[in-house]
């Protein structure tokens, strides 16, 4: 289990502990309390609690289930995702507060997220995947502009645009290229794929991944040589492996 990932899975062990904390002390206060209003108030929130932490001591014991056993449990899987997407905005308060990086929990966010899609061992054609990436790859002087089309690139070799087209060409896959997050929903609802393999930043990637419910998201965090948005670039090796684990059955 790789540390990207334990940072995520410390967060829900920390929100576990406080979980139980807070039932424990609301035991004390029903104990002291003879209120029958108040107790019923008292006795829901436990309840409340319980369950909540119930539940995410069985997402992490799940969690680690499919790491180890390398199994294909799909309604297992299912749940998970649910988890981690529900849990996600506390976590990343919970982490704000402890003083971790944003950028640290989404990518653990991504990296959880990617190992269980790739669990889910389900194959996809190539003309059902789709590449999804933001614009500022595209070389910023580049007066060709791809994002309504891609084969608009001269294949010059100042970004990485070609290199997504070679791979759209020897795969038969998608590619769209979005300005936005409104653009990138929009290609998503006009393409209809069945899988999706994101590239973008952290906070991006993290909103697009929640903001996608039923189609399969790998994420694929860019690299920004000359900061943010501007210029950036993508492990092309990574995407390719993503688009053979789809069209592979993982």
Same mark, same amino acid.
């Given at each position: 289990?790789?540390?990207?990932?334990?940072?995520?899975?410390?967060?829900?062990?920390?929100?576990?502990?406080?979980?139980?904390?807070?039932?424990?002390?609301?035991?004390?206060?029903?104990?002291?309390?003879?209120?029958?209003?108040? %107790?019923?108030?008292?006795?829901?929130? #436990? +309840? *409340?609690?319980? !369950?909540?932490?119930?539940?995410?001591?069985?997402? &992490?014991? @799940?969690?680690?289930?499919?790491?180890?056993?390398?199994? %294909?449990?799909?309604?297992?899987?299912? #749940? +998970? *995702?649910?988890? !981690?997407?529900?849990?996600?905005?506390?976590?990343? &308060?919970? @982490?704000?507060?402890?003083?971790?990086?944003?950028?640290?929990?989404?990518?653990?966010?991504?990296? #959880?997220?990617?190992?269980?899609?790739?669990?889910?061992?389900?194959?996809?054609?190539?003309?059902?995947?789709?590449?999804?990436?933001?614009?500022?790859?595209?070389?910023?002087?580049?007066?060709?502009?791809?994002?309504?089309?891609?084969?608009?690139?001269?294949?010059?070799?100042?970004?990485?645009?070609?290199?997504?087209?070679?791979?759209?060409?020897?795969?038969?896959?998608?590619?769209?290229?979005?300005?936005?997050?409104?653009?990138?929903?929009?290609?998503?609802?006009?393409?209809?794929?069945?899988?999706?393999?994101?590239?973008?930043?952290?906070?991006?990637?993290?909103?697009?991944?929640?903001?996608?419910?039923?189609?399969?998201?790998?994420?694929?965090?860019?690299?920004?040589?000359?900061?943010?948005?501007?210029?950036?670039?993508?492990?092309?090796?990574?995407?390719?492996?993503?688009?053979?684990?789809?069209?592979?059955?993982?």
């Amino acid at each position: 289990m790789t540390g990207k990932k334990r940072i995520f899975l410390g967060l829900l062990s920390v929100l576990i502990i406080l979980l139980t904390a807070g039932v424990l002390f609301l035991l004390y206060i029903v104990k002291s309390k003879s209120s029958v209003m108040y %107790n019923l108030l008292m006795n829901s929130l #436990i +309840l *409340l609690f319980s !369950i909540v932490a119930i539940f995410l001591i069985f997402g &992490i014991i @799940g969690f680690i289930y499919l790491v180890y056993s390398k199994s %294909n449990n799909r309604t297992l899987n299912k #749940i +998970l *995702l649910t988890l !981690i997407d529900v849990s996600y905005p506390v976590l990343q &308060i919970l @982490g704000g507060i402890l003083g971790i990086e944003k950028d640290k929990i989404q990518q653990s966010f991504t990296n #959880i997220n990617n190992f269980l899609v790739n669990s889910r061992h389900e194959k996809y054609m190539p003309e059902d995947l789709l590449i999804l990436t933001p614009h500022c790859i595209q070389f910023n002087e580049c007066k060709f502009k791809v994002t309504n089309d891609i084969d608009n690139c001269r294949r010059c070799g100042r970004c990485q645009v070609s290199d997504l087209i070679k791979l759209k060409e020897k795969y038969g896959v998608k590619v769209a290229i979005a300005t936005g997050g409104t653009l990138a929903r929009k290609a998503v609802k006009d393409i209809k794929p069945k899988a999706i393999i994101a590239i973008a930043c952290e906070r991006d990637l993290t909103s697009g991944i929640l903001d996608v419910k039923k189609i399969p998201v790998y994420g694929i965090i860019n690299m920004r040589p000359n900061g943010p948005c501007f210029n950036t670039k993508v492990n092309i090796d990574e995407v390719e492996k993503a688009i053979i684990n789809f069209t592979n059955g993982g």
